[in-house]
């Protein structure tokens, strides 16, 4: 079953006065919030600061479907991911988007890896995690003759997905179920007006300011999450986290890629090391790496304002060196640099590592809130079960009201 076309517009006169929810952020987890508040019968306004929806985080990731390895059990990263990939790949069959369980080869190239790849294992399997098959280095050798290692991890419930095709139909479900998308349209501020926030939009070129009331903000704001949540009026400054952003470059292979499965090192500080994934088309791609950002070399903390996602190419004698400790025949100058991300992380280099915040009301005290802080990798993987977490939040409150 297909879903129909989504549209866009800007939020303009005749627009709802007053809503039931106000989603702030049209990527993947905005929209599927989006989605799922709407089909449960909430009135759903989609603000969008950029000119299309998915344009941001969502737009620029390796598309990867994971399965549930690297996070610890019990978090939210771990919980969220294995049951997001099972709803995506539900989805994914239902409404015909391209996707493909490829399986992934988690390997370790130096013998001092293998007990560390092995602790990964343990920890996936405690995650939920089915499938997963520990190979020698001829095992290895044998399904990727190119591949380098002393012994890998395989998962064959990983794979890829067609990110744009997936928000596409998220959107389309949403407006279906009677949700607005306003593109050009960043959130100025809001404060509290009863029993709801009255939200300050400011809409197109010119900077035109709309009010809006609604029940609930959800802010999916991805970069910009901590800017929104620091323009609600009384919302404590004690409840959002500082923001870390770590810029990913790919770059992209010439030719055909000789592997059919995705291809991970051990994880580094602050990431998952220089991979290798496949398009849909089976055209490989290697990234991202890590480069610490303060928010002033990213851009300023503040919604709107512009980022530096320049690729810079004299990186790729170090990505090729990377990618030779797994795959020493990469060909010279194979590499051609792609485009870049930056990930909103809630640890810096060298810290400890953080979950996903999903923060509802009873983490923050500040009623008709609900606050995704540090959704970075899975959160594609994840959207789905992100949005299943804020509607028991949204739904789970206005039925206490009853």
């Known amino acids: 079953m297909s879903a129909p ?47 299309q929806f998915g344009s941001g985080v969502s737009a620029r990731n390796s598309e990867v479907v994971h399965a549930g390895l690297y996070n610890p059990p019990g978090s939210l990263k771990s919980r969220l991911c294995v049951r997001g990939a099972r709803l995506l790949a539900d989805y994914c069959a239902q409404r015909g988007i391209a996707h493909r369980r490829c399986g992934k080869l988690l390997v370790a190239t130096r013998e001092a890896d293998v007990g560390a790849l092995e602790s990964l294992a343990a920890r996936a399997r405690d995650n939920g995690v089915e499938g997963l098959q520990h190979l020698t280095r001829a095992q290895t050798v044998a399904l990727e003759p190119q591949l ?37 349209s960043g959130v100025a501020g809001a404060a509290r007006d009863g029993d709801a926030w009255c939200v300050r939009t400011r809409t197109g070129d010119d ?18 999450a901590q800017a929104v949540a620091a323009s609600i009026d009384g919302f404590p400054a004690a409840s959002i986290p500082q923001r870390h952003l770590a810029k990913g470059h790919y770059f992209s292979l010439a030719g ?39 928010d ?46 930056i990930r909103p992380k809630l640890s810096g280099a060298s810290m400890p590592w953080a979950d996903f915040r999903i923060d509802g009301p009873t983490q923050h005290g500040c009623a008709g809130v609900v ?11 994840s959207a789905m079960a992100i949005a299943e977490e804020v509607a028991a939040i949204v739904l789970g409150a206005s039925s206490a009201r009853v």
């Not at 000789?258 to 990234?287: C, E, N, W």
Request: glycine share 12%; proline share 7%; charged share 20%.
């Open 296 to 341: 002033d070399a990213a851009g300023p903390s503040v919604p709107g304002q512009a980022l530096d996602y320049r690729v810079d190419a004299t990186r790729a004698a170090a990505f090729a060196a990377e990618i030779r400790r797994y795959w020493p025949g990469l060909p010279e100058a194979a590499l051609a640099p792609a485009y870049s991300g």
């Open 371 to 381: 606050q995704l802080f540090g959704i970075e990798s899975p959160g594609l993987t």
């Open 148 to 184: 380098i290692c002393q012994a890998a991890l395989l998962s064959p419930g990983s794979g890829i997905v067609d990110s744009h095709g997936l928000m596409t139909s998220l959107l389309a479900d949403a407006q279906a179920a009677g949700a607005l998308l306003a593109v050009t």
């Open 256 to 294: 055909r890629s000789p592997f059919s499965r995705l291809i991970y090192p051990m994880p580094v500080d602050g990431g998952l090391g220089v991979h290798l994934t496949l398009d849909l088309g089976g055209q490989a791609k290697f990234g991202p790496d890590v480069e610490w950002l303060t």
């Open 5 to 51: 076309e989504p549209s866009e517009s800007l939020l303009t006169s005749p627009s709802p006065d007053r809503v039931d929810a106000l989603v702030v952020g049209a990527g993947v987890v905005g929209l599927a919030c989006a989605r799922a508040l709407a089909q449960a019968g909430l009135e759903v306004v989609i603000v969008e600061r950029e000119t």
């Open 207 to 224: 900077g035109d300011e709309f009010e809006l009331e609604a029940r609930w903000v959800i802010n999916a704001a991805g970069l910009d």
